[in-house]
């Protein structure tokens, strides 16, 4: 019998993509089970896309993460979409099943793990978000699919909040008012859940909400989805105020490890897949000793 050098292919398409770290924590998990899958990071401008996603069919590819800016202009390229990529209108991972290709988001499934992981439970609680973009929309659907009674939507566009904030009502049993960002935020007394989910703090660390911090409730539990920093500004501030505060690193590996076993099929090692990442940034894991 001869050797089988055929590899699985999967990855990413973004653009800019180059510093995107999901090779790292996938290609972790991929060795750790000694499974011949290799992941990709490829530039795809947005223009190429169709193209982009007639290629990965014609080699073959198992699945496929997508960034920024594809998200939601893949939705035109696959066969079908589950329920609630459905209703946040962006795909981050396609996976493809008997020649077909599926989308699925799992932005804001790692984002509810990383609560879980902290035995923070939502239900019947209320929740601020800063911004309305794509991690914003699947945050919060997530969010009212885990019962969470209240979520405001707080962004600097009027039009982009008001448009989620009518999908939450009108696709969700969660009550959603929305708050036009203007000046300081100030954060409402009877918030249990703080979320940045603005891109404020990732191109520049030294960026920080606009937020009166001394406003916030203090042992709330508040979030950030920046994936390049252990502790943003936000966080910090928000930890000087006793908040518990759960990072955007951690939210990061854990919808990366859903990828992983939506391709796979097999548990994903996600602590081998966090200590990866953290290895990038200098730092032990905390889920890990
Ligand atoms: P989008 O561009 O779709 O949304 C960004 C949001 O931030 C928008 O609501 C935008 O407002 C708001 N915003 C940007 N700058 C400012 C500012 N100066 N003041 C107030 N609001 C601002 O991006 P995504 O939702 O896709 O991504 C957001 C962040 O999440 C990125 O940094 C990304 O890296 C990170 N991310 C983290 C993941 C994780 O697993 N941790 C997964 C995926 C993404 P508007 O557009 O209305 O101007």
Request: charged share 25%; with cysteine.
């Amino acid at each position: 019998m001869g050797n089988n050098y055929q590899e699985k292919l999967v990855g990413v398409f973004g653009d800019p993509v180059d510093e995107n770290p999901s090779v790292v924590i996938e290609q972790a998990a991929f060795d750790y089970y000694k499974i011949p899958y290799r992941y990709l990071t490829v530039q795809v401008k947005e223009p190429e896309l169709k193209q982009a996603m007639e290629g990965m069919r014609a080699m073959n590819f198992s699945g496929i993460n997508l960034t920024m800016p594809h998200k939601q202009n893949v939705l035109p390229y696959l066969d079908e979409i589950s329920h609630t990529a459905a209703i946040i209108g962006a795909v981050n991972t396609v996976y493809r099943k008997k020649g077909r290709l599926y989308g699925e988001n799992t932005d804001g499934k790692g984002f509810m793990q990383n609560l879980k992981n902290g035995s923070v439970e939502v239900a019947g609680k209320k929740a601020v978000i800063l911004g309305a973009g794509g991690v914003a929309r699947a945050i919060s659907v997530e969010l009212a699919k885990a019962g969470i009674v209240k979520i405001v939507i707080v962004n600097i566009v009027r039009e982009q909040g008001e448009e989620l904030t009518k999908l939450l009502n009108d696709k969700t049993k969660t009550k959603a008012e929305f708050v036009f960002w203007e000046g300081t935020f100030l954060v409402p007394e009877d918030t249990d859940l703080f979320v940045n989910a603005t891109s404020i703090g990732f191109e520049n660390a030294n960026e920080l909400p606009d937020v009166d911090y001394d406003s916030l409730p203090p042992k709330i539990v508040v979030c950030d989805v920046i994936p390049n920093q252990v502790s943003t500004r936000f966080l910090k501030e928000a930890e000087k105020r006793n908040c518990r505060v759960f990072n955007g690193l951690q939210m990061l590996v854990y919808q990366g490890a859903f990828a992983f076993e939506i391709w796979t099929g097999l548990e994903a090692p996600v602590d081998v897949m966090a200590n990866a990442l953290m290895d990038v940034y200098g730092v032990k894991s905390s889920r890990s000793a």
